[in-house]
């Protein structure tokens, strides 16, 4: 019989996308778009918000990293920067987190949770073209 634990870290609310945030920026290799839509920003700030934490100390070969080309700038009605999280364009992972600083501050690493990735979540929504297929 074989068996998985599979333990989820939990994040503090000090680890959350500020409730200030009233636009995105999104960028990517010849993408460029800012949300400002209600509705749309706070769905992706709880799906953000949803991810859980790389578990830490976990050691696992990683036969290549994708390297981070998208880019969530989270900012305030007047344009402030309050977080950014640095993303690769297919599933996060062990070996491809997310990177997330909050006022500058690093936090620690995001991944995917169960189901659909959270970029592939953000294209359906935004319409726009990120997921990149793994190589």
């Given at each position: 019989?074989?068996?998985?634990?599979?333990?989820?870290?939990?994040?503090?609310?000090?680890e959350?996308?500020?409730?200030?945030?009233?636009?995105?920026?999104?960028?990517?290799?010849?993408?460029?778009?800012?949300?400002?839509?209600?509705?749309?920003?706070?769905?992706?700030?709880?799906?953000?918000?949803?991810?859980?934490?790389?578990?830490?100390?976990?050691?696992?070969?990683?036969?290549?990293?994708v390297?981070?080309?998208?880019?969530?700038?989270?900012?305030?009605?007047?344009?402030?920067?309050?977080?950014?999280?640095?993303?690769?364009?297919t599933?996060?992972?062990?070996?491809?987190?997310?990177?997330?600083?909050?006022?500058?501050?690093?936090?620690?690493?995001?991944?995917?949770?169960?189901?659909?990735?959270?970029?592939?979540?953000?294209?359906?929504?935004?319409?726009?073209?990120?997921?990149?297929?793994?190589?």
């Open positions: 019989m074989d068996a998985l634990a599979v333990w989820i870290y939990p994040r503090s609310p000090s959350r996308v500020p409730a200030a945030t009233a636009e995105i920026v999104v960028r990517a290799p010849r993408i460029s778009a800012t949300v400002t839509d209600p509705g749309k920003v706070a769905r992706i700030v709880r799906w953000f918000d949803a991810l859980p934490v790389s578990p830490p100390g976990v050691a696992v070969s990683c036969p290549y990293a390297a981070p080309d998208l880019t969530l700038s989270f900012r305030s009605a007047g344009g402030a920067r309050l977080a950014q999280a640095t993303l690769p364009r599933e996060a992972t062990l070996c491809d987190p997310i990177a997330f600083t909050i006022g500058g501050w690093r936090r620690r690493p995001l991944i995917d949770g169960p189901g659909e990735s959270f970029v592939r979540r953000l294209q359906g929504l935004l319409g726009l073209r990120l997921v990149q297929a793994r190589r």
